[in-house]
């Protein structure tokens, strides 16, 4: 959605026919199969498919969408034809399959593998196909062939990690890698042979830039053509001439992980509670400047078909209060609740460098203080906040657009507990594993859709988080530009994958 609009202007002059962006994220690896442009839409690589504007699955480098067979356990995709990396040598079928088995070898290591645990085997199916085969049923696997495909002679058996190619990529997308200055910038150029046409833009070149303040005072000083901002800090540019803001809607949400291993933590009244006590419309206005939604839990309300209307928390603090009365949590000195000798107090950690988040972290804070809770804030690192995610709960994102799975499983689902982000706080229960295992497997829409419902029901009764917020994804954009396309977007870092350059290969200067 448009927000606001100054006065047009031209585009920022380069020299080059280019565009400068701003990111406050910079990847560890450009390797695929080390999570780069995993959620699709990189500009260096393609996937099988795509997504276009209403999230919905297209061609890439297959022919056409892929379909399952009759017992949704077998995929076979067809290949676009004269396709070519950026090196010149042709794109086939030889290429995809050792794209998809390295990520199935474990000496591979790509830690992205978690995610495919229903894909079996995969093999080439003739001169222009591959076929992929399944453990069992899995409805949103066209969703996961968005992956980005690597040359089979860039793979070569050894631990991803540790290949050259994670600093050089070469794939088949509408940019070639040029030069990457790790802290400092990425710079690609078009790639004037790409099959879906040569992009307009010629050189891209991200900024990497941490600090939200620093990125906004030199995106009004000039130095770069676009970047994204905290939604308050966005909205300063509302007026500034020559500048477009824009806020998409997103599945991004942000919620506090609370550890079951946390003697805190792991009570069910205490988490039930939580979840009465913040205010999330009063975060909205006071924290986000308005520009946000409630989450309730994982399954955001932009996939309808799936949402449960009715699996919400009202904001009801003396509900809560009674919750943890009757649970045996009594008042204590200070306001902080105490059973049998234990304070109602546990830290949350948050990063550091993430403003958003120490906001949000800091009004929920405020919020379970109310109701007796004693919250503990530590802005940290990852290095230190990932070996204490058992323990101490977190504010975590995460989230997509295009389907429950894809999110829902990873976060819940027992089988996942602790692996990485997977899970972290090693939630176990069992109607919520039933459920989503019913509806992973499910072919009949009708039989998904019922499946996720009664999860979020359950979730009601059974929280494993105090989800807060979906974001809303703010942009500040120098100049006229032509192509720009409103999309949801999901959660990702990166300037050059969703949010309004998702199909930036599209546009072009306005005169």
Not at 394 to 418: C, I, K
Request: proline share 8%; aromatic share 8%; hydrophobic share 40%.
């Amino acid at each position: 959605m448009l927000v606001a609009c100054a006065a047009p202007g031209g585009p920022r002059p380069a020299g080059d026919g280019g565009l400068v962006l701003a990111d406050p994220y910079e990847d560890e690896s450009l390797h695929p199969l080390m999570g780069y442009g995993e959620g699709g839409m990189s500009k260096i690589f393609d996937g099988l498919v795509t997504h276009d504007a209403q999230r919905r699955p297209r061609p890439a480098l297959a022919a056409a969408v892929p379909v399952p067979s009759a017992d949704g356990k077998t995929w076979t995709v067809r290949l676009r034809g004269g396709v070519t990396f950026h090196d010149g040598s042709s794109f086939g079928p030889e290429d995809v399959v050792a794209t998809y088995r390295t990520l199935l070898d474990p000496k591979a290591a790509s830690p992205v593998a978690s995610s495919y645990r229903m894909l079996d085997e995969v093999r080439q199916a003739g001169a222009d196909s591959v076929e992929f085969r399944l453990k069992h049923p899995y409805a949103p696997f066209a969703h996961k062939l968005a992956l980005g495909i690597v040359p089979s002679e860039a793979l070569d058996g050894g631990k991803l990690q540790a290949s050259p190619f994670n600093g050089r990529p070469v794939g088949t997308g509408p940019y070639r890698f040029a030069e990457w200055r790790r802290g400092e910038r990425l710079v690609l150029t078009a790639n004037e042979r790409y099959w879906g046409g040569a992009p307009r833009i010629k050189r891209l070149t991200v900024a990497f830039v941490p600090d939200d303040n620093t990125r906004a005072q030199r995106m009004r000083r000039g130095d770069f053509d676009g970047t994204v901002l905290p939604p308050a800090l966005a909205g300063t540019f509302a007026r500034t001439d020559g500048m477009t803001v824009y806020g998409h809607d997103s599945a991004d949400y942000r919620g506090v992980m609370l550890p079951q291993k946390n003697p805190v933590t792991a009570d069910p009244a205490i988490r039930r509670a939580l979840n009465l006590a913040v205010d999330r419309n009063g975060m909205i206005r006071a924290l986000l400047a308005g520009r946000g939604s409630p989450a309730f839990g994982p399954v955001p309300q932009v996939l309808r078909e799936y949402a449960d209307p009715g699996a919400v928390f009202r904001h009801d603090p003396a509900e809560a209060g009674r919750i943890l009365d009757a649970a045996g949590w009594k008042a204590g000195s200070g306001g902080v609740r105490v059973r049998d000798g234990r304070p109602a107090r546990f830290t949350l950690m948050y990063p550091a460098d993430d403003s958003v988040r120490k906001a949000l972290a800091g009004g929920f804070a405020s919020d379970a203080g109310k109701v007796g809770v004693k919250v503990d804030l530590a802005g940290l690192g990852w290095d230190a906040i990932e070996p204490r995610m058992k323990r101490d709960a977190l504010l975590m994102g995460g989230g997509t657009p295009l389907d429950p799975d894809l999110v829902a499983y990873g976060l819940l689902h027992s089988s996942q507990a602790e692996d990485g982000f997977n899970n972290p706080g090693s939630f176990r229960d069992g109607a919520v594993d039933g459920e989503l295992d019913r509806a992973r497997r499910a072919t009949d829409q009708a039989a998904r859709a019922g499946a996720y419902r009664a999860m979020q029901r359950r979730l009601m009764e059974n929280p494993p988080w105090v989800f807060l917020v979906f974001l809303e994804h703010t942009y500040v954009l120098r100049g006229r530009w032509t192509g720009y396309r409103p999309v949801v977007d999901p959660h990702v870092h990166g300037v050059l994958g969703w949010g309004p350059w998702w199909n930036l290969e599209k546009w072009a200067p306005r005169g």
